[in-house]
């Protein structure tokens, strides 16, 4: 049979058979196509609470589905696809396998947070969708985006120094996510730099690149920072059931690293 | 002395207007069918009422025992009125226990009847033992019993409440909307995560009418406290598969089709009518409105008014209504009530 307005139907969910016979009548070819139906057989309630475990996830269950975040939404203004509120929904009901299918969307809040100020349950849906953005990456559906590698880059540096240097967090975030460091807007705004900044800033500049100061007696901040984040790190692989992955990587790694023959 | 108030119907509505009228001393007979007072709340063993969260055997339970113990009120239980004649100020009216009493009015507060599940069978009650009502997940929780799947006794883990189970719907000839079922179903689905944990309840809604301030503590307070899930369908079918009920509809909000395994399905009954309400109108002369419960006559003038001076209505004998509202009405219909007995009526009902 003919399918009208096929665009509408997932191709996926189009079955065409080459050879298929049921009770003795032949249902093969163009003219059997089936369409498989999208029934939704079952809640999965692990979703939600994975979410909402994660910083920002936290309201989540407030949501009573007004709109009022994609209504509002920047992004949604360009990219029609990029619907906070279904996406709320789908997680709030476990619709995992519909999530995936926007993973590659999901990332492109670019927390402006006109959502927060419209939601008037407090859901704090921009906080969701990081919290979502977390999830995809903690649970290996995405790579890490290019803001959380930012994230990790300059709050690494700060763990460590107790400062920030903006040109060592720029060359690191650049050789992480594997970018030229000659980009003709980065070597524009050196060379303003170097001709419009005084000479004093510009020679502290150097020497803080040289010489990488740290904030005086930062070890016992840096150690209790570190304590929180593996601790906080640990609640978020517990909360979505990686301890035994992770546990699965450690042995192998054991495995891999004793001489074989023993 | 004049007559006393003739009062039909033990519930929160007769009970408030024996109280009101004894409290002023006025003298009153109060007839209820069933063996004893406290209406619905009692007889149909509720658990918590909202919006106090006292328990219905306590709260309701106090109003009785406030009337029992009072000496001028008249209380004939297991007692039908069977005969009503005469004018405001002097009725006469026959009783199921062959005595005839003089009344210088009379309160209806005659109630409703819940809703028979029975009559939306695809929605598999009377069909399939864990498919229960509001009532009977009411009489689990109050009789300390705990929420348990009835086909054996087990804690369920998934809960689905569908609401509107005999309101606003024409299939059935009920178009009304019974108004408090939306709050007793949050209330239920907290008491049920309250006790069981590990327990997600689902409620299935068309519109949500936690009306008033319980929008905060009963809709607001379910999700952000106790979690439950509101998914707006109308479900069209339950079905049994091992020992799961299927539940079919649509998700409206993602526009699919959804086939959920539950352990326990609750109907959010609604409010008919009295079954008896045909019977009450042809006793008492008084006219019933177009769905079948006791009409008003006007709305602002004389709420309890019914088409007949002297009669008085009150409660969910005139649509669905909550208990605090029967209340109220109860109160307010003693009051017209006392008007007619103390001679003051004839001109009001003018």
């Given amino acids: 049979m003919p399918i009208h307005e096929e665009h509408l139907i997932r191709p996926e969910n189009l079955k065409t058979h080459e050879n298929l016979v049921i009770d003795g009548v032949d249902v093969s070819g163009h003219w059997s196509t089936f369409i498989e139906s999208r029934v939704v057989t079952d809640y999965n309630e692990a979703i939600e609470e994975e979410i909402s475990s994660l910083p920002g996830g936290e309201f989540i269950h407030r949501c009573w589905q007004c709109g009022s975040c994609t209504n509002s939404c920047t992004v949604n203004a360009v990219n029609p696809e990029f619907n906070p509120r279904y996406w709320i929904y789908l997680i709030r009901m476990g619709m995992e396998s519909e999530l995936l299918r926007d993973r590659d969307i999901i990332w492109q809040c670019v927390s402006c947070n006109k959502c927060t100020y419209a939601c008037p349950r407090d859901v704090m849906p921009e906080g969701v969708m990081k919290a979502t953005a977390h999830w995809l990456e903690l649970k290996g559906h995405t790579p890490k985006s290019p803001s959380t590698v930012f994230d990790e880059v300059f709050a690494g540096q700060v763990i460590e120094t107790g400062k920030i240097e903006e040109g060592r967090v720029l060359r690191h975030f650049l050789k992480r996510t594997g970018q030229p460091m000659i980009q003709p807007w980065l070597v524009e705004m050196v060379k303003r730099m170097v001709f419009g900044l005084p000479l004093k800033m510009l020679i502290h500049l150097g020497l803080a690149n040289i010489f990488r100061p740290r904030t005086s007696q930062w070890a016992r901040a840096r150690s209790a920072i570190n304590e929180y984040v593996a601790e906080k790190e640990d609640e978020h692989q517990t909360a979505l059931g990686l301890d035994d992955l992770v546990e699965l990587a450690k042995q192998e790694v054991t495995s891999k690293s004793t001489p074989a023959g023993e | ?350």
């Avoid at chain 2, 406290?225 to 079918?237: D, H, N």
């Avoid at chain 2, 008492?284 to 006007?298: S, T």
Wanted: hydrophobic share 40%; glycine share 10%; with cysteine.
């Fill in chain 2, 1 to 350: 002395m004049t007559k006393p108030v003739l009062i039909v119907g033990g519930g929160p509505a007769g009970l408030a207007a024996a109280h009101s009228l004894a409290s002023i001393g006025q003298k009153c007979i109060l007839v209820e069918k069933e063996d004893r007072l406290g209406g619905a709340p009692i007889l149909s063993g509720y658990a918590k009422l909202v919006p106090s969260g006292e328990w219905a055997k306590d709260a309701i339970g106090g109003m009785v025992s406030r009337v029992e113990n009072n000496k001028l009120v008249e209380i004939k239980t297991g007692t039908i009125v069977n005969e009503f004649s005469g004018n405001p100020g002097s009725f006469s009216a026959k009783l199921s226990d062959g005595k005839t009493i003089k009344a210088s009015s009379a309160i209806l507060s005659t109630g409703f009847t819940h809703f028979d599940s029975v009559n939306k069978p695809e929605w598999g009650f009377g069909t399939f033992e864990n498919v229960v009502t509001t009532t009977q997940v009411e009489q689990m929780i109050s009789s300390g019993q705990g929420v348990r799947c009835p086909s054996d006794g087990r804690k369920p883990k998934r809960v689905a409440i569908l609401l509107c189970v005999g309101s606003r719907d024409r299939q059935i000839g009920r178009e009304w909307c019974s108004k408090i079922c939306c709050t007793v179903s949050a209330n239920l689905a907290m008491e049920i995560r309250e006790e069981l944990e590990d327990c997600h309840v689902y409620i299935y809604y068309m519109d949500i009418r936690t009306f008033g301030l319980y929008e905060t503590s009963y809709y607001w307070r379910s999700q952000e406290e106790f979690k439950v899930k509101y998914i707006k369908a109308r479900i069209a079918e339950v079905t049994q598969k091992d020992d799961k009920l299927i539940v079919k509809g649509e998700d409206t909000l993602v526009k699919r089709p959804i086939t959920i395994p539950f352990d326990m399905v609750v109907h959010a009954i609604g409010m008919d009518p009295n079954v008896d309400n045909m019977l009450i109108s042809t006793i008492f002369g008084i006219d019933l409105e177009p769905h079948g419960f006791i009409g008003k006559q006007n709305s602002y003038g004389d709420i309890g008014a019914t088409s007949r001076p002297g009669v008085f209505i009150a409660g969910a004998a005139t649509g669905p209504e909550s208990i605090d509202d029967s209340i109220a009405q109860g109160h307010a219909a003693a009051m017209s009530a006392y008007a007619v007995a103390q001679g003051a009526g004839k001109v009001a009902a003018e």
